[in-house]
């Protein structure tokens, strides 16, 4: 049957005995067809998992030289020898430095920005009071009242703002890295020398209560008896942990003479909680603040005079109440130090307390470690880079005003120990000083009287210092980069000739190239292992990875010796019709842009203008189209998919750098991190129109029969109804609707529980819908009577959905992921990927009906790769971004009360990530969408299902190696950790996803749609 004709036809007649006929005929054949099919897929499969392979390793050796960790020393400083080396006369008052405090209350209130901390200025500010200001008076009004007692500061965390690497640099003293960043997941212990160890190794008893992300980091360390941790990644929960900690932290302060702590870190979560849930102008965070003055005004009540009273912030938050970034609003946290007895100073005149101005008289975070160490007489940690606190030492007399003596020695004791590291670690890796540190270090040793001018010098020389070791630490290793680089270009290579190397309805030649790829690989590895017990420059460049790289280079070029040998039959896409070339032009031309920040930052945007560019020319095509039904069909797909691409747009999630001239439009308002009341349309809706339209597309080919009526008709229907309930329950909750009916944990539960009877429609009824159907056709048998003979009759064979057996069989996949996904999103997600699952439909009939169905006559390639931009459209217009605050962590916790693994990753990848999972799996349906089904059977499908994957993945693939080298050679931009580096993780992330879901669930997909098909039509 023509391509025209299977595009129209409903259904197939004819007679019955010759259909019997045939069919008994081809079974007879069956079993040698299906053996070869399934052979075929697992050839196909091993081929895209080879490619995985190859571009882990790739992304390995190349972050192995970009995203560098900073040499970790393991010395460890000591009570007994001072940072000069002499050993320490009296340790009884405090190893180094007098001590000032016996003991410490630490409170981290997490995520509390500085500017919640201050009074709101309306006339400075030029804005209206936000739900976040004045809520927090007591810090301020202690600071300004009492300022020998207490001080208040901007507190300038390092980026990336994270907890877990910001509870190092609180407790190290030292610079992160943005490759930690990783760990933030599920953290590793701190292992270089740290305030927890220094109190450890002088037997203080240690006890924290509050966010278990410090056990991660510091197991061991805390009296088990006293110690109360509690999950800390449950976003959508704003009380158990701040209720937690108040409920075990007074005891531990009225009874601190019998239980015999020395120091207590309490770690609040509310604040932090508030602001990912709601965003930070939301009377839930005004609640939040308030319960955080009244709980430190009664902490501040009940320590005695012999106890310091540290509360702080470990990072701030965006407009949106995310962090993970370097803006202002999330590095800006704040710090209140304070004492029952005059114990502090101020270097400003007037001691007045600066104004909310937070480029006032600011510290680094990096500064607490010093600074409580010698508050409590202990060792500076060995690592440590910050430099005391000031206002921690100066003191004031009435007869000589501000006396600096003290600061001096404690400096000078900082500047010993910095100097003891600069020495160890000089001794494993080479670095030299700037003349000018050079020159005030000699400076510095030469001023012999601690007084206000070694003040001076020393805060010069720190901070000159400080910034040798940021650039010191951004130091790249280029060959290991190189290398990465490499891997990954050859494995572009490879998919590019793979693309040529699966010949036209020839799958025995298929088979061969695939076979070859695989033991040219394999010879191609096991052949570069011996390279290495010699010297070999590879391997030493990469050092540990060396084996990896040798096996793999060695695979990649066996492989592309084994496609060369298959030269006269490759197909490149330069042979192919216009429809491939601009294909390759929308990928290159967006891959290229990401040499520029400004197009990394408006990347939707692009795709807007390239999906409109697409829609328009195939709206020019489908007019030309000579058959009336394909015109007619063509232009009306056309200008909905044009349509349905500017109605996505109307979702904008703006980063940073957009603003001011981006609205968002995800949330009810630019800083909410809630849905509006009027998107709980959104759910609704889709329950009612989506199955509809699908439903319709099914009609057109009169598929809408057996399996399609119940799974589309009933289980996806039912799947969507249950997101709108389980989002309005949500809403319920958030807004406090029913507060005096339901407890927000009845709701919780009540939302639960819809949630996971969601994901039960989707995976276990889902899949195994999918696997067991049967193709969406009805056979009907009818006896007519013979044209030939008079009274006698001949049974005729009636099958509907004939026309796209093979694509509405394969169609009953996306509902899965579209219920997968959709409930782990906002409204506003939900009205994205909608739309994405129709412009998905309305693709397929124009790709019918403008001819660019891959298959053994075409190969054109634009399909899949449209395909490949949807996903990355939808990415955004679904509430992402290309940074790491965009992160919809709360999907975690949709149908889970905890973290669970490998659980909790997966809902996070799927929300993040749905657009281009979705799309992916959905690729082989450029191949089946109304696919012929010819005489000779399932002959030449595989070839054509691996160049559609082929042509997917290259998209994904170009991307990732531009993204991979504009960030390597933009290494030293300024924003490099703010746009290049993002958008690389990104790439990298979803390159790999989408192997996995091409593996998996794409050619998976395929062969459960092949085998069915053919059962039926006895292939």
């Not at 800006?332 to 008289?361: C, I, M, T």
């Not at 510095?444 to 400080?466: C, G, K, P, Y």
Request: glycine share 8%; aromatic share 10%; hydrophobic share 45%.
């Amino acid at each position: 049957m023509s391509r025209e004709g299977s595009s129209k036809e409903l259904s197939a007649t004819t007679h019955g005995s010759d259909v019997l006929t045939d069919g008994l005929k081809r079974r007879g054949g069956t079993n040698n067809r299906a053996v070869a099919f399934k052979v075929s897929h697992v050839l196909v499969s091993i081929f895209f998992g080879w490619l995985f392979f190859v571009h882990a390793t790739g992304l390995f050796l190349f972050t192995k030289g970009f995203l560098l960790t900073r040499l970790v020393l393991d010395n460890r400083s000591s009570c007994e020898v001072l940072p000069n080396g002499l050993p320490s006369r009296d340790i009884s008052e405090g190893c180094w430095h007098p001590r000032t405090f016996k003991r410490a209350v630490v409170i981290i209130v997490d995520a509390l920005r500085y500017d919640f901390t201050v009074p709101f200025l309306p006339i400075e500010h030029h804005t209206a009071s936000k739900h976040y200001h004045d809520n927090l008076p007591f810090l301020y009004a202690t600071a300004l009242q009492n300022p020998e007692k207490a001080f208040l500061l901007p507190f300038i965390a390092d980026p990336p703002t994270s907890t877990l690497q910001r509870l190092g640099g609180l407790t190290a003293g030292n610079l992160p890295t943005f490759i930690d960043i990783g760990s933030n997941f599920a953290g590793q212990a701190t292992e270089e020398d740290n305030l927890l160890v220094q109190l450890k190794d002088q037997g203080k008893k240690i006890v924290h209560l509050g966010d278990d992300t410090w056990h991660a980091l510091f197991p061991g360390y805390f009296d088990s008896n006293l110690t109360h941790a509690y999950d800390s990644f449950n976003v959508w929960d704003l009380h158990t942990v701040d209720n937690g900690v108040i409920e075990h932290i007074f005891p531990l302060l009225e009874n601190q003479k019998s239980l015999g702590w020395d120091i207590v870190f309490g770690h609040f979560l509310g604040v932090d909680h508030a602001g990912h849930r709601y965003g930070p102008d939301h009377p839930a965070m005004g609640e939040k603040l308030r319960q955080m003055d009244n709980v430190l005004q009664r902490i501040a009540q009940s320590i005695d005079d012999e106890t310091v009273l540290v509360v702080m912030g470990d990072h701030g938050m965006d407009p949106k109440g995310d962090h993970g970034g370097e803006s202002d609003e999330e590095v800006e946290a704040a710090l209140w130090v304070y004492s029952n007895r005059p114990r502090f100073g101020r270097l400003l005149k007037d001691h007045v307390q600066p104004p909310s101005n937070a480029k006032v008289r600011p510290v680094e975070q990096i500064d607490f470690v010093s600074t409580l160490s010698l508050l409590l007489g202990l060792p500076v940690p060995f690592n440590n880079l910050g430099s005391p606190i000031p206002e921690a030492f100066l003191r004031h007399t009435p007869a000589t005003g501000q006396d600096q003596e003290n600061l001096a020695k404690v400096n000078s004791l900082v500047f010993q120990q910095m100097q003891r590291y600069q020495s160890r670690y000089a001794e494993s890796r080479e670095f030299s000083e700037s003349s000018s540190t050079k020159s005030l270090r000699d400076q510095f040793m030469s001023i012999t009287s601690f007084d206000a001018r070694l003040n001076e010098v020393f805060s010069q020389w720190h901070s000159q210092t400080v910034a040798m070791y940021r650039q010191l630490w951004a130091n790249f290793n280029l060959q290991n980069m190189a290398v990465g680089l490499g891997v990954l270009v050859l494995g572009l290579v490879v998919l590019l000739l793979s693309s040529g190397a699966s010949p036209r309805n020839n799958e025995d030649q298929l088979l061969r190239t695939l076979k070859g790829i695989a033991v040219g690989s394999f010879a191609g590895s096991v052949l570069a292992i011996p390279g290495l017990i010699s010297d070999f420059t590879l391997a030493q460049a990469t050092s540990v990875a060396g084996p990896l790289c040798l096996a793999t280079v060695g695979s990649v070029l066996g492989a592309l010796i084994a496609i060369f040998s298959a030269v006269p039959s490759l197909g490149f896409p330069s042979r192919t019709s216009i429809w491939t070339w601009l294909g390759l032009l929308f990928t290159l031309s967006q891959a290229a842009g990401f040499a520029s920040n400004s197009y990394t930052i408006h990347e939707d945007t692009i795709l807007t203008f390239l999906l409109g560019t697409f829609g328009a020319i195939t709206l020019l095509s489908s007019l030309r189209q000579t058959v009336e039904s394909d015109r007619v069909l063509g232009t009306y797909h056309s200008v909905l998919f044009l349509i349905l691409t500017r109605a996505a747009s109307y979702s904008r999630l703006c980063r940073e750098e957009q603003m001011p001239g981006c609205r968002s439009t995800f949330y009810a308002s630019q800083t909410s991190s809630t849905s509006a009341t009027w998107q709980l349309l959104i759910p609704c809706l889709s329950a009612i129109v989506l199955p509809e339209i699908v439903k319709a597309f099914y009609k057109g080919t009169a598929s809408y029969v057996g399996t399609a009526n119940f799974w589309i008709g009933f289980c996806f229907r039912t799947g969507l109804s249950l997101v709108a309930m389980y989002w309005t329950v949500d809403s319920a909750d958030n807004g406090e609707w029913f507060a005096e009916q339901f407890s927000s944990s009845t709701l919780k539960t009540i939302s639960i529980t819809i949630a996971r009877c969601v994901f039960a429609i989707a995976v276990p009824i889902g899949f195994s819908t999918f696997i067991w159907a049967k193709p969406c056709v009805d056979i009907s048998v009818l006896n007519l009577p013979s044209p030939s003979a008079v009274g006698d009759s001949k049974p005729h064979v009636t099958i509907l959905g004939y026309a796209n057996a093979f694509g509405s069989r394969y169609f009953l996949l996306i509902p899965v992921f579209v219920l997968s996904i959709v409930v782990l999103l906002p409204p506003m997600g939900q009205y994205s990927l909608a739309l994405c699952a129709w412009q998905i439909l309305c693709l397929l009939e124009i790709l019918d009906t403008n001819g660019l169905i891959i298959d053994a006559v075409a190969q054109p390639f634009i399909g899949p790769v449209v395909l490949a931009m949807l996903g990355s459209y939808h990415f955004f217009k679904t509430g992402h971004q290309a940074v790491l605050s965009s992160i919809q962590w709360n999907a975690a916790f949709v149908p889970l009360r905890t973290i669970r693994y490998p659980w909790s990753p997966i809902l996070i990848i799927l929300n993040n990530f749905g657009p281009q999972i979705m799309c992916a799996a959905a690729v082989p349906l450029t191949v089946l969408w109304k696919r012929p089904i010819s005489k000779e059977g399932l002959r030449g499908f595989w070839s054509d299902i691996m160049r559609s994957c082929v042509a997917h993945l290259l998209y994904y693939a170009t991307i990732q190696v531009a993204t991979t080298m504009w960030a390597g050679h933009l290494r030293r931009h300024l924003m490099l950790y703010r746009v290049f580096m993002p958008r690389f993780l990104m790439a990298s992330g979803v390159l790999l996803i989408v192997d996995l879901v091409l593996i998996i669930f794409a050619l998976g997909g395929t062969r459960v749609t092949g085998s069915s098909v053919a059962e039926i039509f006895g292939y």
